[in-house]
């Protein structure tokens, strides 16, 4: 099993930043891609910003230029550097990574954390 626990949300005006980060912990060999994904009130949960196939990263047209996503693989850990924050990225902010435990890779969700942006 993996855990993955974020941090870093909170509350912050327009036009703040916020990082986050995302730690893995658990019995596993390896993590392997990891990303961001968001979901607000009503709507469908969203890629934010992920690495694909280990060092190449994609982010979503809505927060290039201003979301940078990084990772430290001795940590296990990801970030996303959120600068330039609009009202319309308020929501709940989830870690994903797949790992390998030796005989399948799986896929992995945090609890979440939220971002919230006032105008």
């Known amino acids: 099993q993996v855990r993955l626990v974020e941090s870093g949300g909170g509350l912050v005006q327009a036009g703040g930043s916020l990082r986050l980060s995302c730690a893995a912990s658990?019995?596993?060999?390896?993590?392997?891609?990891m990303g961001w994904y968001r979901q607000a009130p009503g709507k469908e949960r969203d890629m934010v910003a992920t690495?694909?196939?280990?060092?190449?990263?994609s982010y979503a047209d809505s927060v290039k230029g201003r979301f940078t996503i990084s990772r430290d693989n001795a940590k296990k850990q990801v970030y996303l550097q959120m600068n330039s924050l609009k009202p319309e990225d308020t929501a709940v902010y989830y870690c994903?990574?797949?790992?390998?435990?030796?005989?399948?890779?799986?896929?992995?969700w945090g609890q979440g954390t939220q971002v919230t942006v006032s105008s």
């Open positions: 658990g019995s596993f060999l390896s993590i392997g891609d």
């Open positions: 994903n990574a797949y790992a390998y435990d030796g005989y399948k890779w799986s896929n992995y």
């Open positions: 690495f694909t196939g280990g060092s190449s990263t």
